[in-house]
């Protein structure tokens, strides 16, 4: 069992930089990939980024080159650096943790998630 909490989120102007945060904790050892999605209203929850234990990124097109992804292994925390915000990133944002043993998907676990809103 994994646990997952989140934590910065909150209302940011366009253009603006917020910086969202996931700590891990429980049986972690099997954790091979982490990552944020996000879901706004009326819409399916989507990839934001990932990031594998061998510190590879995924990254979903809209937010490539403004949004980044990093993690302590010793901290066991995953961050997401948002910059140069726009309104279309106004969503709840769910961090993940995907666990495997020889290859085999064992378990996925999500935060509470985290609302960002961006206005003016």
């Known amino acids: 069992q994994v646990h997952l909490v989140e934590s910065g989120g909150g209302l940011v102007q366009p253009g603006g930089s917020l910086r969202l945060s996931c700590a891990a904790s429980?049986?972690?050892?099997?954790?091979?990939?982490m990552g944020w999605y996000r879901q706004a209203p009326g819409k399916q929850r989507e990839l934001v980024a990932l990031?594998?234990?061998?510190?590879?990124?995924t990254y979903e097109d809209s937010v490539k080159g403004r949004f980044t992804i990093s993690k302590s292994n010793t901290k066991n925390t995953v961050d997401l650096q948002m910059n140069s915000l726009k309104t279309e990133d106004t969503a709840v944002y769910y961090c993940?943790?995907?666990?495997?043993?020889?290859?085999?998907?064992?378990?996925?676990?999500w935060g509470q998630g985290t609302r960002v809103t961006v206005s003016s």
């Open positions: 990031i594998r234990s061998s510190g590879d990124t």
């Open positions: 429980g049986n972690i050892f099997n954790i091979n990939v």
């Open positions: 993940h943790a995907s666990l495997a043993n020889d290859g085999l998907n064992i378990g996925n676990y």
